[in-house]
């Protein structure tokens, strides 16, 4: 068969950084099986190809089978390839995957008709009996009732419904997966920007390339989701009793999965002799979690030489941070390990995040990676549901002592998220009046069909307005609009906490009194009171 990966472009106006493991490795399998396999990468190049430039590349086969993959900041311009991949292969078999489509995989396929089979979760066992259920049938998929009741994993579309098949356990040993297929890339392309990162600093790489090493993390922040591929999100999707089923049948489905240090250390030699990297970033969700595999791959990496010749680059949390982990990395070649740290506020950190860090925990985390040489690289949000000025003026109290420069993400209700979850009905009235309407003054008149339809519209205009949590595309805040958060995030990257201050008593928000000696407004009132009484 005839198969084509499709890359989707993100953040147009960042450089490409991010090469697309997950397809990669599901080409690998779908050439394991014997398929011709195609990957059109639409993220590497800058700028973007036009979507007539896709067409014709697409154009040049006739596919059997066209998988998209991509996170829910993808899904505007998944939508716009769907709509071409199915019009130049009308009789082909569309599969998606990933953060955009696991979560509601019956919603997106209603607003994507183009969509044929959704995989939910991890997909490379799913991805495999596609392909071989698919080359059984000899493609006659169509108008078949119960054709893909077998493969478990996938809601796939029946006489216009969306049927589940029943779920697929999380893969017990991540060392089965095989290798991504780096030759199906241009590799040369993204060794051009192997000197940009996300975040400011000094960054020495002429031939960079990036590895996820685990699945799953230990904590359960509320703004986080890991794309079906942990139990927290098992219990999302499937409720508790399901999936203590799943743990009776397949064995407990776990929090954090790793692939062995040996795993890793042989792919990286063969990427060393195949293209002479010299930098690998381990995009990890919290490598530092799990500190007896970080020693064990630092000591594999070290007495395989790799320290000498590849530098590394990882995610953590903060409380994981010790000066044994620091030097035993520093040791190893990691020159930077980036930690989450959300909120200078304890209260927020604990209310609103869910992470079980506290704010000593971040300054002892910056301190630790100092002293042991290397760089922390921390990330920050504001808007959070409860956060009010006295939090932010917290965080910001935390950039100035650490001398840090950080420009805070926007808290982002992405699909998956427990902040979705929780403020799905909140977000979606920001998508139409309608809705925000009703909620003030409740009409039994219209019925609950009529509300629904709205709500649906809503959430396909939510899901297209989402891009990187940079940008503003909604908010879960209770105390701060639109406007604000634009003007907040801006003076926290400045450190501005004077207009901070001024903006709080303008929106009339009160601040704690020990701001009062930094705040203009209120050193101003002061004044004037004393001079009054002289």
């Given at each position: 068969m005839k198969v084509l990966f499709i890359h989707p472009p993100v953040r147009m106006d960042h450089e490409p950084l991010d090469m697309p493991q997950g397809l990669m490795i599901l080409a690998s399998i779908a050439q394991n099986e014997g398929h011709q396999t195609a990957l059109m990468d639409l993220n590497v190049y800058r700028p973007t190809p036009s979507y007539r430039d896709i067409a014709k590349q697409m154009a040049v086969e006739k596919w059997d089978v066209i998988a998209i993959g991509g996170l829910s900041s993808m899904y505007s311009e998944i939508k716009t390839l769907l709509k071409i991949a199915r019009k130049l292969n009308p009789d082909a078999l569309i599969v998606c995957g990933g953060g955009f489509i696991t979560y509601m995989a019956d919603k997106v396929m209603t607003f994507c008709k183009e969509i044929d089979i959704a995989g939910i979760g991890e997909g490379e066992e799913t991805w495999k009996e596609i392909l071989r259920t698919y080359e059984k049938g000899n493609g006659k998929w169509k108008n078949v009732k119960g054709f893909w009741n077998?493969?478990?994993?996938?809601?796939?579309?029946?006489?216009?419904?969306?049927?589940?098949?029943?779920?697929?356990?999380?893969?017990?040993?991540?060392?089965?997966?095989?290798?991504?297929?780096?030759?199906?890339?241009?590799?040369?392309?993204?060794?051009?920007?192997?000197?940009?990162?996300?975040?400011?600093?000094?960054?020495?790489?002429?031939?960079?390339?990036?590895?996820?090493?685990?699945?799953?993390?230990?904590?359960?922040?509320?703004?986080?989701?890991?794309?079906?591929?942990?139990?927290?999100?098992?219990?999302a999707l499937l409720g508790n009793e399901k999936l203590k089923q799943l743990d009776k049948e397949f064995g407990f489905q776990a929090v954090v999965r790793q692939f062995s240090p040996k795993y890793v250390v042989e792919h990286t030699k063969i990427l060393y002799e195949k293209y002479k990297i010299d930098y690998i970033c381990l995009l990890d969700e919290n490598q530092t979690a799990s500190p007896k595999h970080v020693h064990e791959l630092c000591d594999l990496w070290i007495k395989e030489g790799l320290h000498k010749k590849i530098q590394l680059g990882t995610g953590g949390d903060a409380p994981s941070i010790t000066k044994e982990i620091v030097k035993h990395m520093k040791e190893a070649g990691f020159s930077f390990i980036s930690i989450g740290g959300e909120s200078g506020s304890d209260r927020i950190l604990k209310e609103d995040i869910g992470k079980g860090v506290t704010s000593a925990h971040n300054q002892e985390a910056v301190?630790?990676?100092?002293?042991?040489?290397?760089?922390?690289?921390?990330?920050?949000?504001?808007?959070?549901?409860?956060?009010?000025?006295?939090?932010?003026?917290?965080?910001?109290?935390?950039?100035?002592?650490n001398n840090a420069t950080i420009e805070p993400f926007i808290c982002t209700p992405y699909p998956g998220t427990k902040l979705f979850m929780d403020y799905e009905d909140f977000i979606l009235e920001q998508y139409d009046e309608r809705l925000a309407l009703l909620k003030k003054s409740p009409n039994p008149n219209i019925s609950s069909e009529q509300i629904q339809q709205w709500k649906n519209e809503a959430l396909e205009k939510f899901l297209?307005?989402?891009?990187?949590?940079?940008?503003?595309?909604?908010?879960?805040?209770?105390?701060?609009?639109?406007?604000?958060?634009?003007?907040?995030?801006?003076?926290?990257?400045?450190?501005?906490?004077?207009?901070?201050?001024?903006?709080?008593?303008?929106?009339?928000?009160?601040?704690?009194?020990?701001?009062?000696?930094?705040?203009?407004?209120?050193?101003?009132?002061k004044e004037i009171a004393l001079i009054a009484c002289i």
């Open positions: 077998d493969v478990k994993g996938i809601c796939y579309r029946e006489d216009e419904k969306m049927v589940y098949t029943e779920p697929r356990p999380l893969i017990s040993n991540l060392d089965d997966i095989p290798y991504p297929a780096f030759d199906l890339i241009d590799m040369q392309e993204y060794f051009k920007y192997s000197g940009a990162m996300w975040f400011n600093g000094s960054w020495k790489s002429e031939r960079r390339l990036n590895m996820v090493t685990e699945r799953g993390c230990p904590r359960q922040c509320t703004f986080c989701t890991h794309n079906g591929m942990n139990r927290w999100d098992q219990k301190d630790i990676l100092k002293a042991g040489g290397i760089s922390p690289v921390m990330t920050f949000m504001v808007g959070n549901p409860t956060e009010n000025i006295d939090d932010v003026l917290e965080t910001v109290a935390f950039f100035i002592k297209l307005s989402l891009n990187d949590a940079s940008d503003f595309s909604c908010t879960v805040s209770q105390i701060f609009d639109y406007a604000d958060l634009i003007a907040i995030k801006h003076f926290m990257y400045e450190q501005d906490t004077e207009k901070l201050l001024k903006l709080a008593h303008m929106r009339e928000w009160p601040h704690n009194k020990k701001w009062d000696d930094i705040c203009p407004v209120c050193s101003a009132e």
